[in-house]
């Protein structure tokens, strides 16, 4: 069974920063896009960045962009997201996605995840 393991979450003031790492284990992550989603306290969940299976293309949610950074290590089979500058609107539980079908995009809509870990905790005191 494919398994996402999130960690790295934790409570921080604002303007720190968190390092999130995702884990994935029962198959390969070589050939498919990667994202990071967050939901916060009574909201549903929400799109925070994509990264393609190469690596060379990323994309943002426009309240993120310049403070987030989405990589991966495909030999690691393990997908990180940097979040600097964090605000505490960003606090919420960050779940990471995988795809079941190999595509070389990135992928932004929830819908299209098949794989989703349980999440991280992630809280961003005033």
């Known amino acids: 069974q494919v398994q996402l393991v999130e960690s790295g979450g934790g409570l921080v003031q604002a303007g720190g920063s968190l390092r999130l790492s995702c884990v994935v284990s029962g198959r390969t992550i070589t050939n498919i896009p990667m994202g990071w989603f967050r939901q916060a306290p009574g909201k549903e969940r929400e799109f925070v960045a994509t990264?393609?299976?190469?690596?060379?293309?990323?994309y943002y949610t426009n309240s993120v962009k310049g403070r987030f950074t989405i990589s991966r290590d495909n030999a690691e089979n393990t997908v990180f997201l940097q979040m600097n500058s964090l605000k505490p609107e960003d606090t919420g539980v960050y779940s990471c996605?995988?795809?079941?079908?190999?595509?070389?995009?990135?992928?932004?809509?929830?819908?299209?995840?098949?794989?989703w870990g349980q999440g991280t905790q992630v809280t961003v005191s005033s």
């Open positions: 996605a995988a795809r079941r079908t190999d595509y070389s995009g990135t992928t932004a809509a929830a819908g299209l995840y098949d794989y």
């Open positions: 990264i393609d299976r190469s690596g060379s293309y990323t």
